[in-house]
């Protein structure tokens, strides 16, 4: 299972970025998929969850209205939409999904946003 991130960077408060999760070594299709956040000194938080069949759920209240978590399981893929990014929003994005029981991270994408 292999996990690559890209579409981070440096945005201006109230910018928008659209992070990519490109997934391998697995069904896609068959396996819900979540994009986490960790910002400097504080713990890695779930920022939102989409199931197989596309359906988005758990987003953490401080991004609700503003990210939007999809998916095309064609392209083996998960977005995550942030629009509206503010300094509260800086950290490291993850992908994520399990499989049998194991928990898989890709590498990690960064987004700074300047005040």
């Known amino acids: 299972v292999q996990l690559v991130e890209s579409g981070g960077g440096l945005v201006q408060s109230g910018g928008s970025l659209r992070l990519s999760c490109v997934a391998s070594?697995?069904?896609?299709?068959?396996?819900?998929l979540s994009w986490y956040r960790q910002a400097p000194g504080k713990e890695r938080e779930l920022v939102a969850t989409?199931?197989?069949?596309?359906?988005?759920?758990n987003y953490v209240d401080s991004v609700k209205g503003r990210f939007t978590i999809s998916r095309e399981n064609a392209k083996y893929t998960v977005y995550l939409q942030m629009n509206s990014l503010t300094s509260e929003d800086t950290a490291v994005y993850y992908c994520n999904t399990v499989v049998s029981g194991v928990s898989y991270w890709g590498q990690g994408a960064q987004v700074t946003v300047s005040s």
């Open positions: 989409i199931t197989n069949t596309g359906d988005p759920r």
């Open positions: 070594g697995f069904t896609f299709s068959w396996y819900v």
